[in-house]
């Protein structure tokens, strides 16, 4: 059900990721159950699994409020605010970093932006050179 090679995880319910414990709360905050209470121990424990799963999930409003509450806008690698800041995945999605939580997410302004994606493309390239010229060599072949 959860595929972390992509961005957006299509059918995920927010009981696959926080299935009801038996007279405990389902965020695994090790609080006990009492009166009424069924599945969460307080609203807070409610709304922290929804964020969570929200982003699980690639809510990309929910990523991006709750990164701006964490970082301000200001860019993980140099340093800078940027009003036009970008939410980007640190394990790239094509290496198994979708599905995430926050702690694989970082803001980032454009440019380093543009500058981390082509330094991952030169070195998707170089890791795959070997295959490139295989696969070249057989066609010619």
């Known amino acids: 059900m959860i595929n972390k090679y992509s961005r957006y995880q299509a059918g995920l319910n927010l009981n696959y990721l926080y299935p009801t414990i038996e ?7 090790g609080q006990k159950l009492s009166g009424k209470q069924k599945k969460w121990a307080s ?3 409610n709304d922290k699994a929804f964020i969570e799963y929200a982003i699980f999930k690639g809510n990309s409003s929910i990523i991006r409020e709750e990164l701006f509450k964490r970082d301000n806008g200001f860019c993980s690698t140099c340093g800078v605010y940027n009003d036009n800041w970008q939410a980007d995945h640190i394990l790239p999605v094509s290496k198994g970093g979708g599905a995430c939580n926050l702690d694989n997410f970082q803001t980032i302004c454009p440019h380093c932006h543009k500058i981390k994606t082509k330094d ?14 295989v696969k070249a ?3 010619l072949w």
Do not use: D
Request: overall charge positive; glycine content about 4%.
């Open 43 to 45: 609203r807070e424990c």
């Open 137 to 139: 060599s057989i066609l």
């Open 120 to 133: 991952q493309y030169f070195a998707h390239l170089k890791a795959n050179s070997s295959h490139a010229s």
């Open 23 to 29: 007279g405990f709360c389902a965020c695994r905050c």
